[in-house]
């Protein structure tokens, strides 16, 4: 009893359902939020788990260093979604869609950085070192707060793993069409639920790397490819013979519309879901910022990396889009022709796109063992079974994401939706609020940014819903 006391005092699990430890808590008014979501000893219990397992979320574990860190960071924010910008940009002109993507960049990068001062702020004054997303949101707002925080993780990041299956599923069944898209996407799933049972992003660094290498690959081609053809006349679907007689093919073959610098405002609230999906890594910022070995140096991960791909995303969407206009298709691998270095592309994002489904996997699977690991502890006696047990919820999850690309194979179209809802919330809506909220002693000029950044991620994330939701109808 006395060990398992000392290691709840200790360990806590990287996101749990609000688990606020009242020992190491100053303020009653924390402590009374705490005990509103679980029990001390299923903390104990959960905590228990991960110390026997040998998790590296537990104190004195090796934690990860700035450069493996700076390349998992690089890894989770640079995904499918990068991809669909040309065609974001196509929903707002390459002016008005270089400028918001500038802001809505900027403002992510404040919104992270208030995230990770407020998890920080509130290490130093409860002594408790690790904290999850969930458990800032019980200090802040209770029970509710977490719950709808942890939903909204759970949509975010289960839905990039399931447009990463879809995304590999259609582009194998473009190389081969032997076996439909559905057993293709069946061919995935053994290899999604291996990735799940990694439970370390230490353990994915060096995949990180490679899968890096891949993504720098491909952007480099596809950037070659638009740059050869600045200026030029380009067809719709590069590889379509434009001199075919069918009127259905030449319909898609006409020559792409010229690019204009604005666009209806209707569709912008397309482009602000597309462009907060893109940023695809908020559900990993306290994970990561958890695993690092030297907390302060997370603030200089997130500048360098975040300016890095807000850079990226700007170039690659403007570029895509000046040479396809609005004929650019929702993923601009669609646009290549079908030679065999454009192939080479597409295999390449293939193999990095599966790496990344282990990386979104994490802040995920890490609210649901807070929710199913204590149950298996208090039912399940020995470490090899718990481990067994903990590793069957694993696979179940990710076979029910395959599942679900299997049965709706256009995800595509709520690539929008996704970051409108999920994204929305937790990248521009919450931070702000938990740092307005938690962090004491903020000038007023500061709160007032919090407030406005707040009502201005309300207001995309509204307007982003309906106009997806609307087109998704239709």
Known sequence: KKKKKKMSN?????????????????????????????KGSIQSEANLIHSEEGDVHVEGEEGTTFTETLINFLKGNIGAGFLSLPFAFAQGGYIVSSALLVVIAVIVIYCILSLVKTKQFISRTTGVPRISYGEMTARAFGRTGTYITNAALLVTQLGFICVYIIFIAKHLNEFSD???????????IPGAILLGFIKSFKTVAP??????????????????????RFGKTVPAIASCPLSDNNNSTLASCLSAPVPVPTTSVSTLPILFGNTIYAFEAIGLVLPMENQIKDPKQFPLVVMSGMSFVAVLYLVFGLCGYIVFGNAVQGSITLNLPNDILAVTVKVA?????????????????EIIEGLTQPWIHSKVHGRKQRSLYRNVVRAVVMAALGGLAIVIPKLGLIISLIGSIGGGYLALILPPLLHWKLVKGLPLWHRVLD????????????????????????
Do not use: M, W
Request: aromatic letters at 14%.
């Open 451 to 474: 407030i406005s950044i707040t009502v201005f991620g309300v207001i995309g994330s509204i307007a982003g819903t309906y106009v997806s939701v609307k087109e998704l109808v239709n």
């Open 349 to 365: 994002l293939c193999l990095a796109l599966f790496q990344s489904i282990c990386v979104q996997f994490f802040p995920a699977i």
């Open 10 to 38: 200790d360990k806590t699990p990287l996101l749990f359902d609000g688990n606020v430890r009242s020992e190491s808590t100053s303020s009653s008014n924390v402590d009374a939020n705490a005990s509103l979501i679980t």
């Open 207 to 228: 995949t990180s790397v490679f899968a890096n290498i891949c993504l720098l690959y491909s952007a480099i081609v596809v950037f070659v490819y638009i740059f050869q």
């Open 178 to 188: 032997h076996f439909s898209y559905q057993i293709y996407a069946i061919f995935i």
